[in-house]
């Protein structure tokens, strides 16, 4: 079954095993530390990748995983823009996606046999998201090995793990995530199915690593606008959301006419509105003096 499985990926072989020098696409970045000052971040900026991949047996001890075929490794730290015949990620994402939905599933059947499928969903969710899974390439050190030829992506890895001490855990939609981190987390785990002879055992031994500490029912916070509608519908308060979004990046929220919360994202319109939601909530909270929402209400 592997075999024919492998197969699918065989074309990297072929971008492995190129002696050339790719020239000019990718950058790195060298560590993660708290407080990076403005210095580092711009040698960051401007550190460019031309080597296949770096140490790849440094990846191999941060997962727990030795692989038999190191090409899929290669391809799964892969970017499309890292060069335009080159072997991408995306397959293996693919496979890693599916896979991982299916890991959590199981999982938390056994772990939850009491809880429904309405709360098991959130709670899948919350651990398998764009958000949880760049939390973990970023607590692994995974950005580090990411090869692309877009150094925009550097600025906004950058600013992720800026904003990252504010929320330990989870912003719940507070903050944007960048995808290509969550993407090589997927295609990681993807790559160690194919090479493990599509082992489930062996791909969540590594999934474990990744993602700890995964998220329990009692960590699992609301989605701020849900939590914000909820508390306004307990106590008869009129929720109004203007969008602003297309114009100005920006949402308002309005509670019984009066502009309680403004969220501002030009990147992503959800965010924007997340944000507005929170605000709002707290201001409703606080101002108003309503008891705050709980996860277990």
């Not at 790195?28 to 708290?34: A, H």
């Not at 890693?96 to 199981?106: A, E, P, Q, R, W």
């Not at 944000?275 to 309503?290: D, F, K, M, P, S």
Request: proline share 4%; charged share 25%.
């Amino acid at each position: 079954m592997a075999s024919w499985l492998e197969s699918l990926f065989s074309p990297v072989k072929y971008f492995v095993a190129s002696s050339r020098r790719l020239q000019k696409y990718g950058y790195i970045l060298s560590n993660y530390v708290k407080g990076i000052n403005a210095n580092e971040k711009e040698t960051l900026r401007d550190e460019v990748r031309t080597e296949i991949l770096r140490n790849p047996e440094e990846i191999e001890k941060i997962i727990g995983y030795s692989f038999n075929n190191r090409c899929l490794l290669h391809q799964a730290f892969t970017h499309t823009s890292y060069h335009k015949d080159c072997v991408s990620y995306e397959r293996l994402e693919y496979v890693g996606d599916s896979i991982l939905n299916l890991l959590i599933t199981k999982e938390q059947f056994s772990m939850y046999p009491n809880l429904p499928p309405g709360l098991l969903t959130p709670l899948r969710a919350a651990n398998v998201d764009t958000e949880k899974l760049a939390r973990a390439a970023v607590q692994h050190n995974f950005h580090k090995y990411i090869r692309h030829g877009q150094p925009v992506l550097w600025k906004r890895i950058l600013a992720f793990i800026d904003v990252l001490p504010k929320h330990p855990l989870h912003s719940h939609g507070l903050i944007d995530a960048p995808k290509v981190l969550a993407d090589v987390v997927e295609s990681t785990l993807g790559a160690v199915f194919i090479d493990s002879n599509c082992s489930i055992d062996t791909t969540w031994k590594v999934a474990n690593v990744l993602l700890k500490p995964i998220i329990t029912p009692d960590m699992l916070q609301a989605n701020p606008v849900k939590k914000l509608y909820e508390i306004c519908q307990k106590n008869k308060l009129h929720v109004r959301l203007v969008d602003l979004w297309r114009r100005e990046g920006t949402y308002e929220v309005f509670i019984n006419n009066q502009l309680r919360g403004t969220g501002k994202c030009h990147e992503k319109k959800e965010i924007a509105l997340n944000r507005a939601a929170n605000n709002a909530y707290n201001e409703v909270v606080t101002t108003i003096g309503l008891k705050e929402i709980t996860a277990s209400e």
